[in-house]
């Protein structure tokens, strides 16, 4: 038994090594689904004002149906904006106060009772309680079926379906989504046969079939355009890059992602926008790109941990535990995938338990843990062989066709009963159109005068109405298009900017514009020179910020390329006194009263790659270097700080020639550039300044993170510090 036991973990621990490469990136990839509750997209404060004003309206309500239908109103508006308690209690209390009713020989009022089912399930659905979502849909949906609301049972039958499928047992969610496709289909209602379309198509790709699931999922895009149902289309497009990701066709599935992506942030849809950076971090985790893959999926993590979607924050969780095992982090790994495990245990989520175990095996073997590598390797195939197995593709298969054979059926019964129905209906018709012309002839003549009376009067009105809304509507979007094409040009110099920094190590730039369009700009010039590569990098702050900023940056772009982009090789120093000169020669600065005192501040560097030398000049704004910043060494590291000349790029009443500073960069040194926005930042517990004391302690307790991470940590800080302060300043 020895010998065997041996030669399995020899082959199991081959599997693993073999299957590294293409795990890395593996994950749940998020559906853009077709649920049919918590798509309110309201804001914050919309729903307040919802809430207070039924609130309000609660407490002079009779025990009668309208109170029921208030109780139900703030029962769905408390899903809307996760607060399930209160959404339970008002459930209750709808379900309760319905129930209680006598209507003739009826003991309780059906469709009351039956939005409160359906409110109950919802929640329970958004805390990933499977099991009472389903039993509260199953009570609504018995009621419904009763009072003959077909669309209300075709909806429950999507809203089950997708219950199903989180539970992965797919046959019985296939059986449900066709069920709600067959009512939309007869009652024409198209949004809801995309919602069950795309539903299907989810199936299938779950299941592998790669060919039906792009079918379906085609199908319903036609739609949801069809319908201008924007947050579906975004939906659609994640769904088809699951897709094509599954098919390593990685570049269909990025223009899919980005395109859902875009969308979502137009309609400020969270969890859509988590859905679409976590896919396409896991399409760059595929490619390789891990920084990029971390720092898209970290976005997407914070996102769903603000909202307190579990389901979603578990899927993060093993994202970026496999991509922290790529990178050797094996204690955070470690951490990550227990906590996505932990989760999907916890709500039910047999998928994702399957690839939790299947990553602490691999986990476990890569650390030499080949006893608990083999029990987790055990638990991995026993789920994965209870989800998809030959079974299970059987029934999937037999729901599909018993649907095709149904539905045509139900085409050739409709023919034959609509020829019966007009023939009779023609016989009909001719006897009353001779009366209906009749009478709508007389009813004609008496209303025409009427109405020409009243139209004259109203003409006059409506003409001098509508020429003062459209002036107004012209002059507003004249100046929102001005400001958002001054953006387009700005982002346009920056991302040029971006385009030159890949030629530097690892780095990250954090850009939070206070207003549409930022004072504070980037800048980055590569510049060869006698055989040498040298990489000019800057932060700037220009005087004021949103439109008057926008254009002093703008300028000093202009004017940074100009200097940089002679046939000489200058200095930080000497380029800020050029720059300077620009300045005040071009904006005629002269101290005088009345002129000019626009400018900016600038923290500047000249690097050379190869030497690791770093010049630096600064105008009112400093340098920060970490020296050892590599983790082995960290009780040896030290940040240090290199003041700037107290002088801007502008008028000053002493103007002195700018300092340049020369600095020999060891290995495994980083250096931070910024403006003075993020220190200025007024928040925490008492309204004050972040100051740039506690800027400096935050740096250098995470300088030994790689970049994304660092990006993250201080994208989190500034934004847990102001809470709902506004931003004073561009950073």
Same mark, same amino acid.
């Given at each position: 038994m020895k010998l065997n036991y041996f030669l399995f973990l020899v082959i199991f621990l081959s599997l693993l090594k073999c299957g590294g490469c293409l795990a890395f990136g593996k994950s749940m990839a998020a559906e853009g689904g077709g649920a049919s509750f918590v798509q309110n997209r309201t804001t914050g404060g919309e729903r307040s004002r919802i809430v207070d004003s039924l609130l309000i309206l609660l407490k002079t309500d009779k025990s009668d149906t309208n109170k029921v239908n208030h109780l139900n109103q703030l029962s769905e508006s408390f899903i809307n904006i996760r607060q399930y308690d209160s959404a339970l209690s008002y459930g209750n209390r709808a379900l309760d106060l319905a129930g209680s009713f006598s209507i003739g020989n009826i003991q309780g009022w059906p469709k009351g009772m039956a939005s409160a089912y359906v409110n109950i399930g919802n929640l329970y659905q958004a805390q990933s309680n499977y099991p009472v979502a389903l039993k509260n849909y199953e009570a609504a949906l018995a009621i419904k079926k009763e009072i003959g609301d077909e669309k209300g049972v075709a909806i429950l039958f999507n809203n089950m379906g997708r219950v199903y499928y989180f539970q992965t047992n797919y046959p019985q969610s296939l059986k449900n989504y066709l069920s709600a496709l067959k009512i939309m289909e007869k009652i024409k209602d198209k949004k809801g046969m995309a919602n069950s379309i795309g539903n299907i198509?989810?199936?299938?790709?779950?299941?592998?079939?790669?060919? @039906?699931?792009?079918?379906?999922?085609?199908?319903?895009?036609?739609?949801?355009?069809?319908?201008?149902?924007?947050?579906?289309?975004?939906?659609?497009?994640?769904?088809?890059?699951?897709?094509?990701?599954?098919?390593?066709?990685?570049?269909?599935?990025?223009?899919?992602?980005?395109?859902?992506?875009?969308?979502?942030?137009?309609?400020?849809?969270?969890?859509?926008?988590?859905?679409?950076?976590?896919?396409?971090?896991?399409?760059?985790?595929?490619?390789?790109?891990?920084?990029?893959?971390?720092?898209?999926?970290?976005?997407?993590?914070?996102?769903?941990? @603000?909202?307190?979607?579990?389901?979603?924050?578990?899927?993060?969780?093993?994202?970026?535990?496999?991509?922290?095992?790529?990178?050797?982090?094996?204690?955070?790994?470690?951490?990550?995938?227990?906590?996505?495990?932990?989760?999907?245990?916890?709500? $039910?989520?047999?998928?994702?338990?399957?690839?939790?175990?299947?990553?602490?095996?691999?986990?476990?073997?890569?650390?030499?843990?080949?006893?608990?590598?083999?029990?987790?390797?055990?638990?991995?195939?026993?789920? !994965?062989?209870?989800?998809?197995?030959?079974?299970?593709?059987?029934?999937?298969?037999?729901?599909?066709?018993?649907?095709?054979?149904?539905?045509? @059926?139900?085409?050739?019964?409709?023919?034959?009963?609509?020829?019966?129905?007009?023939?009779?209906?023609?016989?009909? !018709?001719?006897?009353?159109?001779?009366?209906?012309?009749?009478?709508?002839?007389?009813?004609?003549?008496?209303?025409?005068?009427?109405?020409? !009376?009243?139209? !004259?009067?109203?003409?006059?009105?409506?003409?001098?109405?509508?020429?003062?809304?459209?002036?107004?509507?012209?002059?507003?979007?004249?100046?929102?298009?001005?400001?958002?094409?001054?953006?387009?040009?700005?982002?346009?110099?920056?991302?040029?900017?971006?385009?030159?920094?890949?030629?530097?190590?690892?780095?990250?730039?954090?850009?939070?514009?206070?207003?549409?369009?930022?004072?504070?700009?980037?800048?980055?010039?590569?510049?060869?020179?006698?055989?040498?590569?040298?990489?000019?990098?800057?932060?700037?702050?220009?005087? $004021?910020?949103?439109?008057?900023?926008?254009?002093?940056?703008?300028? $000093?772009?202009?004017?940074?390329?100009?200097?940089?982009?002679?046939?000489?090789?200058?200095?930080?120093?000497?380029?800020?006194?050029?720059?300077?000169?620009?300045?005040?020669?071009?904006?005629?600065?002269?101290?005088q009263a009345g002129q000019s005192k626009d400018g900016m501040d600038i923290s500047l560097v000249r690097f050379n790659l190869e030497t690791k030398e770093l010049q630096w000049a600064g105008a009112n704004n400093p340098i920060y270097i970490v020296k050892n910043s590599t983790q082995k060494d960290k009780k040896n590291s030290e940040l240090i700080e290199i003041k700037p000349n107290k002088q801007p790029i502008g008028y000053h009443p002493e103007m002195l020639p700018f300092t340049n500073h020369s600095i020999k960069l060891e290995k495994g040194s980083l250096f931070y550039l910024f403006t003075d926005g993020y220190a200025d930042q007024f928040g925490g517990e008492k309204g004050k300044k972040f100051k740039y004391n506690k800027f400096k302690e935050l740096l250098f307790s995470m300088h030994d993170k790689i970049m994304p991470e660092q990006k993250e940590i201080l994208t989190t800080t500034f934004e847990n510090w102001k809470t709902k302060v506004e931003q004073v300043d561009d950073v």
């Open positions: 198509g989810s199936i299938y790709r779950a299941q592998g079939n790669y060919t @039906e699931a792009l079918k379906y999922q085609y199908t319903s895009l036609t739609l949801r355009k069809e319908l201008k149902d924007k947050q579906g289309v975004a939906n659609a497009y994640n769904n088809i890059g699951n897709i094509y990701k599954n098919l390593k066709k990685y570049s269909d599935a990025l223009e899919n992602y980005f395109a859902a992506l875009e969308i979502y942030k137009e309609i400020n849809y969270k969890l859509g926008i988590a859905a679409s950076y976590n896919n396409i971090g896991n399409v760059y985790a595929f490619l390789g790109n891990d920084y990029e893959a971390l720092e898209n999926q970290y976005k997407a993590l914070r996102i769903r941990e @603000e909202v307190n979607d579990r389901q979603s924050m578990a899927i993060s969780y093993i994202d970026i535990g496999i991509m922290q095992t790529k990178l050797h982090k094996l204690k955070s790994a470690q951490d990550y995938i227990d906590k996505a495990l932990q989760l999907a245990q916890e709500i $039910g989520f047999k998928a994702l338990i399957k690839e939790s175990f299947h990553e602490l095996a691999r986990l476990d073997s890569i650390q030499g843990n080949w006893k608990q590598a083999y029990e987790h390797h055990k638990l991995y195939i026993a789920y !994965r062989d209870s989800i998809d197995n030959e079974e299970t593709r059987k029934k999937i298969t037999e729901a599909a066709m018993t649907y095709e054979f149904e539905k045509k @059926e139900a085409v050739i019964k409709a023919d034959q009963e609509k020829k019966d129905a007009i023939s009779a209906a023609d016989k009909k !018709r001719q006897q009353y159109v001779l009366l209906l012309i009749s009478g709508v002839l007389l009813l004609v003549f008496i209303l025409s005068g009427f109405i020409f !009376r009243s139209l !004259r009067l109203t003409q006059k009105q409506k003409i001098i109405i509508e020429e003062k809304s459209r002036l107004v509507e012209e002059k507003n979007k004249d100046f929102i298009d001005s400001i958002n094409y001054a953006k387009k040009i700005q982002d346009a110099l920056l991302h040029e900017a971006e385009h030159v920094s890949k030629y530097l190590p690892e780095y990250f730039i954090l850009f939070k514009p206070k207003d549409i369009v930022s004072g504070d700009f980037y800048w980055s010039f590569k510049k060869d020179f006698m055989g040498t590569s040298y990489r000019y990098i800057a932060a700037v702050d220009c005087t $004021g910020h949103g439109v008057p900023g926008a254009f002093m940056s703008m300028l $000093g772009i202009a004017f940074l390329n100009e200097i940089a982009a002679t046939n000489q090789l200058f200095t930080p120093a000497e380029i800020l006194d050029k720059l300077r000169n620009k300045i005040l020669r071009e904006l005629g600065q002269g101290g």
